[in-house]
């Protein structure tokens, strides 16, 4: 079975940092685009960022961009999201995707289990 689970979430003070990991399992990691989603209550979902599949290449959205960094580790299966001077704002949970490197345009083909960050000023 495809799992992506999503840990490492909690409650940190405005200011703080949080490093969230992913575990993936029951398909080729390696080969798959990870993405990171939060969803805050009340609010859309909304991207935070990506990172290709070998790890060249990243890419955020403004409003997380110089905060947070996402990196892998392919040989863990694992992704993550070092989230540095989290901001109230930040307050969301947060979920990972995956999408397979070839595949075609469209949404993601696997999403994880989220985890809460909750960011207190």
């Known amino acids: 079975d495809v799992q992506l689970q999503a840990f490492g979430g909690g409650s940190v003070q405005s200011g703080g940092y949080l490093r969230l990991s992913c575990a993936a399992s029951?398909?080729?990691?390696?080969?798959?685009?990870m993405k990171w989603f939060r969803q805050a209550p009340g609010k859309e979902r909304e991207f935070v960022g990506e990172?290709?599949?070998?790890?060249?290449?990243?890419y955020y959205d403004d409003s997380v961009l110089d905060r947070f960094t996402i990196s892998r580790d392919n040989a863990k299966n694992t992704l993550y999201l070092q989230m540095n001077s989290l901001k109230p704002e930040d307050t969301a949970v947060y979920y990972c995707?995956?999408?397979?490197?070839?595949?075609?345009?469209?949404?993601?083909?696997?999403w994880g289990q989220g985890t809460q960050v909750t960011v207190s000023s």
């Open positions: 990172i290709a599949w070998n790890g060249k290449l990243t």
């Open positions: 995707t995956g999408k397979h490197r070839l595949g075609v345009a469209g949404g993601p083909d696997y």
């Open positions: 029951g398909f080729s990691f390696s080969s798959y685009d």
